[in-house]
């Protein structure tokens, strides 16, 4: 069925292809007229993936809410041909922003970008899913741009009290880990491999998961379609990815609802991120650390050099440029292998996360040392080679691994 509405949908668009470049003259000039006086843009969502989906949206309306500049702008939008990832969310954001169907403004995003070429696109927001971070702390001002009726919040509970959870007045954590099942399931089948360094074993959260359980604090591995089987047998666990009362819906309630999320460096922690929760970023790739989240906490894999016999320094790391180490293939090029975590060292910097939050947690001088240090050697300023966008703010706001610090003074050296 997905792949027969996938073959309706193509044709839908060419179709609607022809008779639009039919009359493009006509829309070329009239968008060109009105645009003196109100400048339209029509802009695709990536909205096939799903950190996309939740943050770009976000930061649009958010530097829009900002903005001084005096210009003013007529948005439309639409969605990926790769189709939506979820619904329930992409119909919150159509209650923000103009969304019309890809069929109608897909042929002429198509056309103007065989005109003006894609990158240089007037009537376009150049780089709209490339940038979805909170890089100069606007978010802090404002509240997340779109938020569940109470029905929908009230439909949620109703969900996870039918299977035995009750998370009214109780602390629950969303861990969101990577792995190949969900991509490897999308209808665009493709070789995932140069994704493959970000997925962790979902056994090496087994210790942090019993933990939390012992703090009586609720854990969620959350995710569409998962590998293995996690928590079976603790209450606390659930494992929410393989039950058969996950969807859409819930999906966001929990993700907004979250004491704080765990994340891997996968998009399904979107909206989690929307909705400014702290967070443990366990990203594999440390010039992609999520800089920015206050009070979060930070720890990347361990860059293992095979020429060295030893794991590179972050003086060594950050004489890479922003994009030499995003894919598992340039990584096999400089021959390095990435080392995951250690189970006690992924608990240790939760646990800290934790105590940031709760107002416990006390800094030693030492600790004040080495995350300065760390802070001046982690370059924030670097841009990607390929889109010349930074992914860091000026400031570093999360703390990194002060556990991990500690037991590898020598990496800061």
């Known amino acids: 069925m997905k792949i027969l509405n996938s073959k309706l949908k193509t044709l839908c668009f060419y179709l609607s292809l ?36 939740a943050l770009n949206p976000e930061y649009f309306l958010v530097n829009k809410r900002d903005s001084k500049i005096k210009e003013k702008f007529l948005d439309f939008f639409c969605e990926s041909k790769y189709g939506v990832c979820n619904i329930e969310l992409f119909k919150l954001w159509k209650k923000k922003i103009i969304i019309l169907p890809r069929f109608i403004l897909g042929p002429i995003i198509f056309l103007f970008d065989k005109i003006y070429s ?16 909170n890089l100069e702390f606007k978010w802090d001002k404002y509240e997340p741009s779109v ?12 969900i996870l009290l039918n299977n035995g959870i009750d998370i009214d007045g109780a602390k629950f954590v969303c861990l969101f880990n990577r792995d190949d099942v969900y991509l490897s399931s999308l209808l665009r089948k493709k ?41 079976i047998i603790n209450p606390k666990i659930i494992d929410y990815a393989n039950s058969n009362f996950r ?8 993700a907004s609802r979250c004491y704080f999320g765990i ?15 702290p967070m443990l970023d366990l990203n594999a790739n440390l010039h992609h650390l999520t800089t920015w989240v206050h009070t979060g906490v930070m720890l990347a894999k361990h860059y293992y050099s095979k ?9 060594e790391l950050m004489k890479f440029n922003f994009g030499d180490l995003d894919q598992r293939q340039q990584l096999d090029n400089y021959n390095i292998e990435m080392i995951d975590c250690t189970d ?25 040392e080495l995350q300065s240090l760390f802070r001046k050697k982690f370059d924030v300023f670097k841009k990607h080679k390929k889109t010349n966008l930074r992914w860091h703010g000026n400031v570093i706001r999360s703390f990194y691994s002060s556990d991990f610090l500690r037991n590898n003074k020598s990496w800061l050296n």
């Not at 938020?147 to 109703?158: E, G, M, P």
């Open 18 to 53: 022809i008779v639009i470049t039919f009359f493009f003259p006509i829309i070329f000039f009239v968008i060109k007229f009105i645009s003196i006086f109100l400048k339209i843009r029509i802009t695709e969502i990536l909205s096939n993936r799903y950190g996309h989906l």
């Open 118 to 133: 894609r990158d240089k696109n007037p009537y376009t927001i150049n780089n709209f899913n490339q940038t979805g971070q």
């Open 147 to 158: 938020k569940l009726s109470f029905d929908q919040i009230k439909k949620c509970k109703s």
């Open 191 to 231: 070789n995932w491999y140069y994704l493959s360094h970000h997925n962790y074993n979902i056994n090496k959260f087994n210790l942090l998961a019993k933990e939390l359980s012992e703090r009586n604090i609720y854990l969620f591995r959350m995710g569409v379609k998962a590998e293995g089987t996690f928590g």
């Open 247 to 254: 969807c859409e819906l819930l999906d966001i309630f929990l």
């Open 263 to 277: 994340s891997c460096g996968t998009g399904s922690s979107g909206v989690a991120y929307l909705y400014r929760k």
């Open 307 to 315: 020429d060295k016999n030893r794991n590179l320094t972050l003086e």
């Open 344 to 368: 006690k060292e992924i608990k240790n910097a939760c646990i800290e996360l934790l105590y940031r939050i709760e107002g416990v947690w006390k800094d030693t001088n030492e600790d004040m």
